[in-house]
């Protein structure tokens, strides 16, 4: 098992909810400045849509999700979660779960060194 996974993809139909969660395999979550999240659809580049300062909880998100996406991070139970709402068809993607120790470019993500395995939102019209 990696430090990182992710849960809660599914294929919903547009204008849906998902609730994805990342769980760390870590003592602490602090082990890290950013954690986000991150997506790929075929044939795509991967591209931050959010992520979260874990010292101080400040989020960043991209502009294609911003209003749709909340991420959030519990401390005590080294999670970090992404609300997704209003889905739309072209959010169809793998989602990554990441880490960073780097407190810079939080949506970038040649910054991220830990990735989960993904977990897939499919989004019908």
């Known amino acids: 098992r990696g430090l990182l996974m992710e849960s809660g993809g599914g294929s919903v139909q547009a204008g849906g909810s998902l609730r994805l969660a990342c769980s760390a395999n870590v003592a602490s979550i602090y082990t890290y400045s950013f954690m986000g999240w991150f997506r790929q659809a075929p044939g795509k580049e991967r591209e931050g849509v959010a992520s979260?300062?874990?010292?101080?909880?400040?989020?960043y998100y991209s502009d294609s999700v911003k209003g749709r996406f909340t991420i959030s991070r519990d401390i005590a139970e080294k999670m970090v979660y992404l609300q997704i709402d209003s889905l739309q068809p072209d959010d169809t993607a793998m989602y990554y779960c990441?880490?960073?120790?780097?407190?810079?470019?939080?949506?970038?993500?040649?910054?991220?060194?830990?990735w989960g395995q993904g977990t897939q939102v499919t989004v019908s019209s």
């Open positions: 990441a880490a960073s120790g780097r407190l810079e470019e939080p949506l970038n993500p040649e910054k991220y060194t830990q």
């Open positions: 979260i300062n874990i010292y101080h909880g400040n989020p």
